[in-house]
């Protein structure tokens, strides 16, 4: 198998690889649009919508048969594309194989966790697994992203790592599953409507750090798992890029880690202040997600090594 040398992958795959984690990206806030539009029996059957193909001309018919179209004429296409791609060119390259037949796995059962979720008149369970699913479904597009930009994984602490740094690798991979919790329990909050259970920020209610009221002390919970997860993250990424030793994008990608983070922080405040609109929901989504996602890039790419060759690399 004749592969290119920049990389090990064609640039199209490169390229494919790289838009699909922006398109699945854009479908999983197009999902939180929904959510805080009240939008999710909009269609209240599915596949199609209110019994026709097309939806009515009411918002939150067109609201979810958007988020439909996305996912069936978009990111599906796309996923399939990667899954034949990968069997047919790259079948030898196991860090290529793997998260692409990954991925066209969840991205059906994405697609059947969201008729039951419809079809079951949206139960808080079963919008949370079709998040849990959506965002997992991401992190395996970037780990098949990476790689094909980058280089294949090695299981192992990278050479880069000394003193202080040689923590990072494990930190961040353990900021990962800190980070997707944390995106559960926001997704908790909101399917129990306790988002508005708290009208202050940083504290609850008249000051209060610690309420009683059910819906409260799990909007509060949230709140400090938020700042825990927070300052272990940011402990995690200011090794990244603390010192000269670590690669460039290792850097790079660091400092747009605690930016982003910072940045949700403030969108989560905005949220109260706000009183709960609609948008600074949705963006509070997009932020977490962001924030997802660049870790999930910083796990990836601390462990993927650039040195190794590929199986199906040429010699030319």
């Not at 353990?174 to 988002?195: C, N, Q």
């Not at 929901?281 to 997600?289: E, G, I, Q, S, V």
Request: hydrophobic share 55%; net charge positive.
């Amino acid at each position: 198998m004749e592969i290119a040398r920049r990389g090990g992958f064609h640039n199209w795959f490169r390229g494919i690889s790289a838009f699909t984690v922006l398109a699945t990206f854009a479908l999983v806030i197009l999902g939180g649009v929904v959510r805080v539009t009240e939008s999710g029996l909009g269609c209240p059957d599915w596949p199609g919508c209110d019994g026709g193909v097309f939806p009515p001309l009411e918002t939150k018919a067109i609201i979810e048969y958007s988020h439909r179209i996305t996912a069936s004429f978009l990111v599906g296409p796309l996923i399939v594309f990667l899954f034949i791609s990968a069997w047919v060119r790259y079948r030898q390259e196991r860090w290529v194989l793997v998260p692409a037949t990954v991925a066209f796995v969840l991205v059906f059962a994405q697609a059947g966790l969201g008729g039951a979720t419809v079809l079951s008149e949206l139960p808080g369970a079963t919008v949370m697994a079709h998040l849990a699913v959506g965002e997992t479904l991401v992190a395996v597009l970037v780990v098949l992203a990476v790689v094909a930009y980058r280089g294949p994984l090695a299981i192992k602490i990278p050479d880069w790592g000394i003193d202080q740094t040689r923590r990072f690798p494990r930190l961040i991979v353990i900021s990962g599953v800190a980070v997707f919790l944390l995106l559960l329990s926001g997704s908790y909050v909101t399917i129990t409507d306790a988002f508005g259970a708290c009208s202050e920020w940083p504290q609850c209610l008249k000051g209060n750090p610690f309420p009683n009221q059910h819906l409260q002390v799990i909007n509060m919970f949230h709140r400090y798992v938020a700042a825990g997860v927070g300052l272990f993250l940011l402990y995690s990424l200011h090794l990244g890029f603390r010192g000269r030793a670590q690669p460039l994008e290792i850097r790079i990608f660091s400092m747009a880690a605690v930016a982003l983070l910072v940045a949700q922080v403030l969108v989560g405040a905005g949220v109260v202040w706000a009183d709960f609109s609609q948008d600074m929901r949705a963006l509070h989504l997009a932020m977490a997600t962001s924030v997802w996602i660049a870790v999930s890039a910083l796990a990836v790419l601390t462990f993927s090594s650039p040195g190794i060759r590929w199986t199906g690399a040429s010699n030319g």
